[in-house]
């Protein structure tokens, strides 16, 4: 199949803590991080969000060269909606498993946005995290 992922072949994707709730958190000093995943039909995509400079990847590619085409809109929503500013302090890097392309695309763009609701939350204020 030429999905999303078919350069890459299987990545783990499943975290001992992500089996009881929607989001693992994990800090190792000064790095501020959250994991996040997002779920359509059989695609899982898990979101790993840190501070940076507003770089976004979908299994090591940048978002604006993920495929179909068509679905690019769908996945560019996110900063569409909370505008370029929200993510220009942080890096969010996606691996994207299962499913078919369409699936893997809103699987992605579900993790894009709660990983970035989870780091405003943790990391921000809870103010900001209400408003976006």
């Known amino acids: 199949s ?9 990545l783990p994707l499943v975290c ?10 994990k800090t190792k000093g000064p790095a501020q991080s959250v994991q996040v ?16 400079n507003g770089l976004i990847k979908v299994n090591g590619r940048p978002l604006e060269l993920v495929q179909p085409e068509m679905l690019k809109d769908k ?29 893997q695309i809103y699987a992605i763009r579900q993790a894009i946005s709660k990983a970035l ?9 809870e103010a900001s995290k209400k408003e976006i």
């Open 2 to 10: 030429s999905g999303i992922n078919a350069e890459y072949g299987a």
């Open 75 to 103: 996945l560019l929503e996110p900063k569409a909606l909370l505008g370029e500013e929200r993510f220009a302090g942080v890096d969010i890097r996606v691996r994207v498993r299962g499913g078919g392309h369409v699936a």
């Open 117 to 125: 609701v989870a780091y405003y939350q943790k990391y921000v204020d």
């Open 37 to 52: 995943f997002g779920r359509k039909k059989t695609a899982t995509a898990v979101a790993h969000c840190k501070r940076g």
């Open 16 to 25: 001992p803590t992500e089996q009881h709730g929607t989001m693992s958190t």
